[in-house]
């Protein structure tokens, strides 16, 4: 499976981006998909993730009530919405492909990634 993510970007704080990710085929519908970031210093962190149906989402609590993440498989494409950003929240957001039907926090439990996306918060 690839992956392909889009949609980072420069914004101000309390504003709003669109990321999403397209898989390269099907497989991925029958599979949990997630989002993490990786901030410069910093180790890579969950960010969201979302059951193969889109049944359960779950999300860090750093980005609870402010992310929202989406799928939709007649596309094989995931999205995540990020509003009232923060400073904090300037990463490189990677997509994801599960092993499992439901999602995980660790990182381990993917084993496809897309090559990231820059999104930058200035204050």
């Known amino acids: 499976v690839q992956l392909q993510a889009s949609g980072g970007g420069l914004v101000q704080a309390g504003g709003s981006l669109r990321l999403s990710c397209a898989a390269s085929r099907r497989t991925a519908s029958n599979n949990a998909m997630g989002w993490f970031r990786q901030a410069p210093g910093k180790e890579r962190e969950f960010v969201a993730g979302?059951?193969?149906?889109?049944?359960?989402?779950d999300y860090a609590d750093s980005v609870k009530g402010r992310f929202t993440i989406s799928r939709d498989n007649a596309k094989n494409t995931v999205s995540l919405q990020l509003s009232s950003l923060k400073p904090e929240d300037t990463a490189l957001y990677y997509c994801?492909?599960?092993?499992?039907?439901?999602?995980?926090?660790?990182?381990?439990?993917?084993?496809?990634w897309g090559q990231g996306t820059q999104v930058t918060v200035s204050s």
């Open positions: 979302i059951s193969w149906n889109g049944g359960r989402t």
């Open positions: 994801a492909v599960a092993y499992r039907s439901w999602a995980s926090a660790d990182s381990s439990q993917y084993p496809y």
